[in-house]
Antibody
Framework: EGQLVESGGGLVQPGGSLRLSCAASGFALSRHTIHWVRQSPGKGLEYVSA????????YYADSVKDRFTVSRDNSKNTLYLEMGSLRSEDMALYYC?????????????WGRGTLVTVSS | EIVLTQSPGTLSLSPGERATLSCRASQSLSTVDIAWYQQNPGQAPRLLIY???NRATGIPDRFSGGGSGTEFTLTISRLEPEDFAVYYCQQCGRSPRAFGRGTKVEMK
């Protein structure tokens, strides 16, 4: 079935940057669109970003547009989320998740998440 | 913007009972647009149902989904101890997309 493992979360000051990674095993990341979804007590589950298998299509939620950048290195079977100009409202558990079917944003495989804390 | 309203917020039931969870959309959706997830404490969401009524791989048949238009339901026919968790509906089809805020199924 495969596995996704996120890393890179941590404590960062407002305005700071962080890079999250999502490593896949058991399947080829290049064949799937992968999403970043975050979860916080205040806002629940939120779509953040996504990237197609070949990297030719990307999506960003309005709340992170121009601050976050998603990319992938298929040779390493790994996805990245570069997060800049971080705000307190970005504080959440960040999951990467595999799209279950092309064009439909339901997710049949999730990682365990990595926690991002934004605080001075 | 589509808003998904889940009700009730909390459902208190006993093992063996039937659970019916509701997800109401602020505008009419296609039946391919709705998915349901289960989340246990400290774990990621797990896909249960997609396209309103299709069970995901490995999901027991006590879980079923239905509905159309603006009203969708997840039914657990007989609650097992491992089913006490939080359940989320999701609009996963055409934009705009959304998640509901969840229904907690707790043991009475």
């Amino acid at each position: 079935e495969g596995q996704l493992v996120e890393s890179g979360g941590g404590l960062v000051q407002p305005g700071g940057s962080l890079r999250l990674s999502c490593a896949a095993s058991g399947f080829a990341l290049s064949r799937h669109t992968i999403h970043w979804v975050r979860q916080s007590p205040g806002k629940g589950l939120e779509y953040v970003s996504a990237i197609s298998g070949d990297g030719g299509w990307t999506y960003y939620a309005d709340s992170v547009k121009d601050r976050f950048t998603v990319s992938r290195d298929n040779s390493k079977n790994t996805l990245y989320l570069e997060m800049g100009s971080l705000r307190s409202e970005d504080m959440a558990l960040y999951y990467c998740a595999k799209e279950g079917a092309a064009g439909y944003w339901y997710y049949d495989l999730w990682g365990r998440g990595t926690l991002v804390t934004v605080s001075s | 913007e589509i808003v998904l309203t889940q009700s009730p917020g909390t459902l208190s039931l006993s093992p063996g009972e039937r659970a019916t969870l509701s997800c109401r959309a602020s505008q009419s959706l296609s039946t391919v647009d709705i998915a349901w997830y289960q989340q246990n404490p400290g774990q990621a969401p797990r896909l249960l149902i997609y396209h309103t009524s299709n069970r995901a791989t490995g999901i027991p048949d006590r879980f079923s989904g239905g509905g159309s238009g603006t009203e969708f339901t997840l039914t657990i026919s007989r609650l097992e101890p491992e089913d006490f968790a939080v359940y989320y509906c999701q609009q996963c089809g055409r934009s705009p997309r959304a998640f509901g805020r969840g229904t907690k199924v707790e043991m009475k």
